[in-house]
């Protein structure tokens, strides 16, 4: 995952130079779930905590605790308290020795498979690592950088379908190191869990549970395009084209061929809805049948005024995925958020969505959110659609969140 400040509207390859920034990545609703202070006696297994297969974690002074020089870890036997899509969290120790980890699991479907989150002192850098662990052996999908932080602060992984994010703080944010993965490939079910290396890695106050992000409260608008070939507003009060400049691209309204929106060219093509909306919106767009080509995007649309707003959805750049824009009418319109997704985000008829509640703009690939921001520079307007380059679109819909 990576975030891009400088690409132009019209297109062109997710990049950043080349270092590693994670996107700013959405707080989900964390339901109340199981705990554990660890104010017992050793070890951390028991009737409710399994060992991995490099053995467990003690407990020393009510925290659970590494082995020294060695990897240790634990994860929930209570299956019935956890569903596929889970949470688990501890609060870090002020200081690891260098080389030490200490670590969060979801998914553990038996001692040897999760997904991990670890806290690393890697030679007196502070880092946040997520791992796929596979057989017992580890894989780091990425890294950052998150900073030496204060004993007590969280460190959480959360599971919703196939995003898995983690990051240190109370909620994600640019400071904290934040990451996320898409993966449906790998594992689903099982429970959340702990991970250690080194003596020094001490895990406070654990809490696992339900990971869910709530659904859109409403739904004003829907639209399937199943009419007449033309522009998408012809005869339809509730559409206007919008016409404008974007970074140095022209938009024309959109229209409609086949039954979809049409895309047939290396512009941008832009309607939004006239209905009455709160300022709390999202809009979504599904991607439509046509082969696309000419690194082509297609996203739904909120808090259009007239001359800005956000766009959010599907980027058919060399490696697709999904982007949010901060959208400008005749300047410069500027990629804020991006995910780099795998190869099924870009099949035929998935659906994005783009949503605004308050500061916070998210996407969502396929009904989960996959990432979001804070941005307080766009908050009214008009949900809608637009779309670049050769492409379609299908089965708009809009609301209030």
Same mark, same amino acid.
């Given at each position: 995952m990576v975030v891009d400040n400088g690409l132009g509207l019209k297109g062109g390859a997710v990049s950043n130079g080349g270092s590693s920034v994670a996107p700013l990545l959405p707080q989900m609703n964390l339901l109340a779930g199981q705990t554990d202070s660890f104010t017992r006696a050793s070890p951390v297994a028991n009737a409710v905590w399994t060992a991995t297969f490099d053995g467990g974690m003690t407990i020393v002074s009510n925290q659970a605790s590494g082995v020294a020089a060695s990897r240790a870890g634990d994860f929930r036997s209570d299956t019935a308290h =956890?569903?596929? /899509?889970?949470y688990s969290r501890i609060q870090l120790p002020a200081s690891l020795i260098a080389g030490d980890y200490v670590g969060v699991s979801v998914r553990n479907q038996n001692s040897q498979n999760n997904y991990t989150a670890i806290y690393f002192n890697n030679a007196g850098t502070y880092q946040i690592a997520l791992y796929t662990k596979v057989a017992n052996t580890y894989t780091q999908v990425v890294s950052n950088n998150c900073g030496q932080v204060a004993a007590g602060t969280n460190l959480t992984i959360i599971a919703e379908g196939a995003v898995i994010q983690a990051y240190v703080g109370s909620a994600p944010n640019t400071t904290n190191g934040c990451l996320a993965i898409r993966d449906t490939t790998f594992l689903s079910g099982g429970t959340p869990g702990i991970e250690s290396f080194g003596a020094s890695a001490l895990a406070s106050n654990w809490s696992g549970g339900q990971a869910a992000t709530g659904p859109f409260t409403s739904t004003i608008a829907t639209d399937s395009f199943t009419r007449a070939n033309g522009l998408v507003s012809a005869g339809q009060p509730n559409w206007t084209d919008l016409t404008a400049t974007f970074s140095g691209v022209a938009c024309s309204g959109a229209s409609i061929a086949s039954n979809e929106v049409s895309l047939p060219a290396a512009q941008h093509y832009a309607d939004y809805r006239n209905e009455v909306y709160s300022n709390d919106q999202w809009a979504q767009f599904g991607r439509g049948a046509v082969a696309a080509s000419g690194?082509? =995007?297609?996203? +739904?649309?909120?808090?259009w005024n007239g001359t800005q707003g956000y766009i959010g959805g599907w980027f058919g750049a060399s490696t697709p995925g999904i982007q949010i824009y901060q959208l400008l009418a005749n300047n410069n319109s500027v990629v804020i958020a991006s995910a780099v997704t795998n190869a099924a985000a870009s /099949?035929?008829?998935?659906?994005?969505?783009?949503?605004a509640k308050g500061s916070r703009i998210s996407a969502f690939l396929n009904g989960s959110e996959v990432l979001a921001l804070t941005d307080t520079t766009r908050t009214v307007g008009q949900p $809608?659609?637009? +779309? =670049? $380059?050769i492409a379609s679109g299908n089965n708009f819909a809009a609301g209030n969140t």
């Amino acid at each position: 995952m990576v975030v891009d400040n400088g690409l132009g509207l019209k297109g062109g390859a997710v990049s950043n130079g080349g270092s590693s920034v994670a996107p700013l990545l959405p707080q989900m609703n964390l339901l109340a779930g199981q705990t554990d202070s660890f104010t017992r006696a050793s070890p951390v297994a028991n009737a409710v905590w399994t060992a991995t297969f490099d053995g467990g974690m003690t407990i020393v002074s009510n925290q659970a605790s590494g082995v020294a020089a060695s990897r240790a870890g634990d994860f929930r036997s209570d299956t019935a308290h =956890f569903p596929s /899509n889970q949470y688990s969290r501890i609060q870090l120790p002020a200081s690891l020795i260098a080389g030490d980890y200490v670590g969060v699991s979801v998914r553990n479907q038996n001692s040897q498979n999760n997904y991990t989150a670890i806290y690393f002192n890697n030679a007196g850098t502070y880092q946040i690592a997520l791992y796929t662990k596979v057989a017992n052996t580890y894989t780091q999908v990425v890294s950052n950088n998150c900073g030496q932080v204060a004993a007590g602060t969280n460190l959480t992984i959360i599971a919703e379908g196939a995003v898995i994010q983690a990051y240190v703080g109370s909620a994600p944010n640019t400071t904290n190191g934040c990451l996320a993965i898409r993966d449906t490939t790998f594992l689903s079910g099982g429970t959340p869990g702990i991970e250690s290396f080194g003596a020094s890695a001490l895990a406070s106050n654990w809490s696992g549970g339900q990971a869910a992000t709530g659904p859109f409260t409403s739904t004003i608008a829907t639209d399937s395009f199943t009419r007449a070939n033309g522009l998408v507003s012809a005869g339809q009060p509730n559409w206007t084209d919008l016409t404008a400049t974007f970074s140095g691209v022209a938009c024309s309204g959109a229209s409609i061929a086949s039954n979809e929106v049409s895309l047939p060219a290396a512009q941008h093509y832009a309607d939004y809805r006239n209905e009455v909306y709160s300022n709390d919106q999202w809009a979504q767009f599904g991607r439509g049948a046509v082969a696309a080509s000419g690194q082509p =995007f297609i996203m +739904g649309m909120i808090r259009w005024n007239g001359t800005q707003g956000y766009i959010g959805g599907w980027f058919g750049a060399s490696t697709p995925g999904i982007q949010i824009y901060q959208l400008l009418a005749n300047n410069n319109s500027v990629v804020i958020a991006s995910a780099v997704t795998n190869a099924a985000a870009s /099949n035929l008829n998935s659906t994005y969505a783009i949503a605004a509640k308050g500061s916070r703009i998210s996407a969502f690939l396929n009904g989960s959110e996959v990432l979001a921001l804070t941005d307080t520079t766009r908050t009214v307007g008009q949900p $809608g659609l637009m +779309g =670049f $380059g050769i492409a379609s679109g299908n089965n708009f819909a809009a609301g209030n969140t």
